[in-house]
């Protein structure tokens, strides 16, 4: 069974830190583009990063650029996103999502996605 389980999400204080982890079963992980996305109450679900099958290209929105890192382990089958200088419009349920190989060329819409986690709350207050 292909299976996709995130972990880490929390309530934090603005400008703390978190570590968000997605391992994956059921699949062998290089052979998936990975992403994080997030979905607040009334909004789009949008994503915040991304990584390619090995590692070696990532994406990042233009909102968490330069605080957020994607990263992955494909031994370990598993992905972190870790997320610095949190902000209150951090705050949404963030999902780990996988995308087989030839699906995309580039890996940052939902449609491009095969596989999703259920998804983990982050909270940020002030």
């Known amino acids: 069974q292909v299976q996709l389980v995130e972990s880490g999400g929390r309530l934090v204080q603005a400008g703390d830190s978190l570590t968000l982890a997605c391992v994956a079963s059921?699949?062998?992980?290089?052979?998936?583009?990975m992403a994080w996305f997030r979905q607040a109450p009334g909004k789009e679900r949008e994503c915040v990063a991304s990584i390619s099958f090995f590692g070696h290209g990532t994406y990042y929105a233009d909102s968490v650029k330069g605080r957020f890192t994607i990263s992955r382990d494909n031994a370990k089958n598993t992905v972190t996103l870790q997320m610095n200088s949190l902000k209150l419009s951090d705050t949404a349920v963030y999902y780990c999502a996988g995308g087989i190989a030839g699906s995309s060329s580039t890996y940052v819409d939902t449609e491009d996605f095969d596989i999703w986690g259920q998804g983990t709350q982050v909270t940020v207050s002030s």
């Open positions: 059921g699949l062998t992980l290089s052979h998936y583009a």
